[in-house]
């Protein structure tokens, strides 16, 4: 059973995704793959201890504060390969970018192969269910410009200056 609730943030409403234990998807309102996670039962519920330490969490966020992400148990749905990448975007530390191949190099010095290419990191990052949380708003383009948000450049343009990214 998957439960789901929804938080009203600055760039729009937001839904959350909990399997009871931990959060599973974050979705912005018109997001690409809204919901590409959410597979079999789903039930409102928006009295789950986890959401409400999630909204006290989005609340520190949105008001410039820094919460750590390890705060949330996060359980996100995809591929082994997908996981690798969202687990990579946790360690983009709070006000800073990395660039789709920076991002790439990574995870390959990682796996010691040498052979995860910035295109397959992009997929994956545009895939990230858990959106803001797993900050994959910190991807930036080799050049430095804002490319290949699934909520919006406008979103991303708004998290990145909150956080201090942009001037």
């Known amino acids: 059973m998957l439960y789901t609730t929804t938080y009203d943030s600055p760039v729009g409403k937001l839904t959350i995704a ?29 009295t789950l201890p986890l959401f409400k330490k999630t909204k ?9 504060k820094k919460p750590a992400i390890d705060e949330l148990p996060l359980n996100p749905r995809g591929t082994p390969f997908r996981k690798e990448v969202w687990e990579a975007l946790c360690q983009i530390p709070y006000g800073k970018t990395v660039t789709y191949m920076d991002l790439a190099k990574a995870i390959s010095a990682r796996r010691k192969d040498g052979r995860t290419s910035a295109r397959a990191v992009g997929g994956a990052v545009g895939h990230n269910p ?7 708003h910190r991807v930036v383009g080799s050049d430095g ?4 948000y699934s909520g919006g450049l406008d979103r991303k343009h708004f ?3 909150l956080e201090g990214a942009l001037d």
């Open 18 to 46: 909990s399997d009871g234990k931990a959060l599973t998807g974050l979705w912005l309102e018109d997001q690409k793959y809204f919901g590409d996670t959410l597979i079999g039962e789903v039930e409102p519920n928006d």
């Open 56 to 64: 006290k969490w989005l609340d520190r966020y949105f008001t410039g």
């Open 130 to 136: 858990i959106s803001v949380i797993i900050p994959c």
């Open 145 to 148: 410009s804002l490319t290949g």
């Open 159 to 161: 998290l990145l200056k």
